[in-house]
T-cell receptor, first 112, second 114 residues
Framework: DVKVTQSSRYLVKRTGEKVFLECVQDMDHENMFWYRQDPGLGLRLIYFSYDVKMKEKGDIPEGYSVSREKKERFSLILESASTNQTSMYLC???????????FGNGTRLTVT | AQSVTQLDSQVPVFEEAPVELRCNYSSSVSVYLFWYVQYPNQGLQLLLKYLSGSTLVESINGFEAEFNKSQTSFHLRKPSVHISDTAEYFCAVNKNTGFQKLVFGTGTRLLVSP
């Protein structure tokens, strides 16, 4: 079974802090994604990566950056956390076009 | 660009009743379509998908969805729901060429009561 592991289930950070959200997948998937989930807005794509060291902006990349130094790991970075980044963050990975996304259980980030 | 509309944010239903969760999409190119389910405090799981072929696709737990190209819809149905089907359901679309980049709807919360 594919496993996508997000390092933290809950995280509380202060405004202005630098925040790292880590995600690891164990199925050698080429594609990895970061989404944020907010009530009434569904899932919105922040960034995705289709190969090591490659990244593409999603629909809402402002205030975020990513890093993919190894195929199995995809990190989301909040350079200076703000209260409007309080949200549920979901990492996912997938194989080629048409194959399903496999999601982690999410990290609920609260910025105070 | 693709987009997905799930008009119903919440659907309350009694156990053993039928249910339909609506999904409409917009795209200028051919697409793949998916339904994902999210149980409380969990990530999303694939429920079923349409890539090509038969327009009616089924899941292992009794859900089915029909791809209707003329109406650009992919509604999810179940003839008889269980309490355990209580969850949030997301419809998603992806163009069938280029990068894998799903666009999700805003979700429909299915509330099944006894």
């Amino acid at each position: 079974d594919v496993k996508v592991t997000q390092s933290s289930r809950y995280l509380v950070k202060r405004t202005g802090e630098k925040v790292f959200l880590e995600c690891v997948q164990d199925m050698d998937h080429e594609n990895m994604f970061w989404y944020r989930q907010d009530p009434g807005l569904g899932l919105r794509l922040i960034y995705f990566s289709y190969d090591v060291k490659m990244k593409e902006k999603g629909d809402i990349p402002e205030g975020y950056s990513v890093s993919r130094e190894k195929k199995e790991r995809f990190s989301l970075i909040l350079e200076s956390a703000s209260t409007n980044q309080t949200s549920m963050y979901l990492c996912a990975s997938s194989g080629p076009q048409g194959t399903p996304l496999h999601f982690g259980n999410g990290t609920r980030l609260t910025v105070t | 660009a693709q987009s997905v509309t799930q008009l119903d944010s919440q659907v309350p239903v009694f156990e053993e009743a039928p249910v339909e969760l609506r999904c409409n999409y917009s795209s200028s190119v051919s697409v793949y379509l998916f339904w994902y389910v999210q149980y409380p405090n969990q990530g999303l799981q694939l429920l079923l998908k349409y890539l090509s072929g038969s327009t009616l696709v089924e899941s292992i737990n009794g859900f089915e969805a029909e791809f209707n190209k003329s109406q650009t819809s992919f509604h999810l149905r179940k003839p008889s729901v269980h309490i355990s089907d209580t969850a949030e359901y997301f419809c998603a679309v992806n163009k069938n060429t280029g990068f894998q980049k799903l666009v999700f709807g805003t979700g429909t919360r299915l509330l099944v009561s006894p």
